[in-house]
């Protein structure tokens, strides 16, 4: 089958996954550093350099991530901690695991659903924190001004993101989710050396870009003990092409998750407030309702209501 062939066999239903698994890189909450996906990111990275068996490791980020898509940070230490029994908060969860696999094949749902061994104790490698605090360029190319979307990205946030949607795009092609998953999480290990310049970085590096890269991995995965930089190493080597099925699912979950990135911004700027008041119900169903649209419709803030004066007085208040 054709390059594009073997593309065309990824699944249109999965976007709308897609856009909510990124959305865990805007998720932050009181009392812990950083988002959803960087800390996602430090605990896989924990159990990668544990040496804890590396579909453990894929299956239960894969599952608290797409838990996190409906719950955000309510995890179960936060929902117990508020007096719901363990029992209840098993069942909260899930459900919302249910409700986020809805899309996904029979065979992806499989692999989820096996396993749940417990995580093994360990400290994330010291690369982890490094690639939290680096920024993602944002979009270059040479000879034009750099688009840097504010606030960006980390390439935590991007390599953990491939890496949860390149296990959930493995059975497309038929491919080892969890070769997948340590391949997307893995394939910026240069850039807790390295600065992200973009595209345009990377062309006026010449030949230099391919021997920089090399050694900036290098230098990373020897904060890893052998066995798992023997793994890694492994997992990387699909990387270079789209010739093999995990190197088609991880450049598939890396091209998506880029894209997506950028929507993010471009959805946000062209929202509408009639999306948001109605579609989302900012102002939702409640005892207040009647009353809060009321107030709104006053205020000529809702979508069908007129202006409470004329347009180009709306700088100062109505005669």
């Known amino acids: 089958m054709s390059a594009a062939g073997e593309g065309r066999r990824a699944p249109p239903a999965l976007l709308p996954l897609c856009r909510a698994l990124g959305d865990l890189k805007r998720i932050r909450s009181a009392g812990r550093a950083g988002s959803i996906a960087e800390r996602l990111f430090a605990g896989a990275w924990a159990g990668v350099a544990a040496g804890e068996a590396m579909e453990a490791v894929a299956r239960r980020t894969v599952r608290e991530a797409l838990?996190?898509?409906?719950?955000?940070?309510?995890?179960?230490?936060?929902?117990?901690?508020?007096?719901?029994?363990?029992?209840?908060?098993?069942?909260?969860?899930?459900?919302?695991?249910?409700?986020?696999?809805?899309?996904?094949?029979?065979?992806?749902?499989?692999?989820?659903?096996?396993?749940?061994?417990?995580?093994?104790?360990g400290a994330p490698p010291g690369f982890v924190a490094r690639l939290a605090a680096q920024p993602r360029a944002g979009a270059t190319a040479p000879g034009r001004g750099r688009l840097v979307l504010e606030p960006p990205e980390s390439h935590a946030e991007h390599c953990l993101l491939v890496a949860v949607?390149?296990?959930?795009?493995?059975?497309?092609?038929?491919?080892?989710?969890e070769t997948v998953f340590l391949a997307g999480l893995?394939?910026?290990?240069?850039?807790?050396?390295?600065?992200?310049?973009?595209?345009?970085?990377?062309?006026?590096?010449?030949?230099?870009?391919g021997p920089a890269f090399a050694r900036a991995t290098a230098l990373a995965l020897q904060e890893l003990s052998t066995i798992p930089r023997d793994r890694v190493s492994a997992a990387l080597r699909v990387i270079p092409d789209a010739n093999t099925p995990e190197g088609r699912a991880f450049h598939a979950a890396d091209t998506l998750d880029r894209v997506l990135q950028v929507e993010h911004h471009l959805r946000a700027a062209s929202t509408r407030m009639d999306y948001?008041?109605?579609?989302?119900?900012?102002?939702?169903?409640?005892?207040?309702?009647?009353?809060?649209?009321?107030?709104?419709?006053?205020?000529?803030?809702?979508?069908?209501?007129?202006?409470?004066?004329?347009?180009?007085?709306?700088?100062?208040?109505?005669?």
Do not use: Y
């Not at 929902?79 to 899309?103: H, N, S, T």
């Not at 910026?188 to 030949?207: I, M, Q, R």
């Open 67 to 121: 838990i996190a898509t409906r719950l955000g940070d309510l995890d179960a230490g936060v929902l117990e901690v508020a007096g719901i029994p363990a029992k209840e908060v098993g069942r909260i969860r899930g459900a919302a695991f249910e409700e986020a696999c809805a899309p996904l094949d029979m065979a992806c749902c499989a692999w989820l659903g096996s396993g749940g061994e417990a995580p093994v104790a």
């Open 165 to 177: 949607t390149g296990a959930l795009l493995a059975p497309c092609w038929e491919a080892r989710p």
């Open 186 to 209: 893995a394939h910026h290990l240069h850039n807790a050396l390295l600065p992200d310049s973009g595209f345009a970085g990377e062309v006026l590096l010449g030949e230099w870009l």
């Open 276 to 319: 948001v008041l109605r579609e989302m119900e900012l102002v939702h169903a409640g005892p207040v309702k009647e009353f809060q649209d009321a107030v709104l419709a006053r205020m000529g803030l809702l979508p069908d209501a007129a202006p409470a004066w004329p347009l180009e007085a709306r700088g100062g208040l109505p005669a």
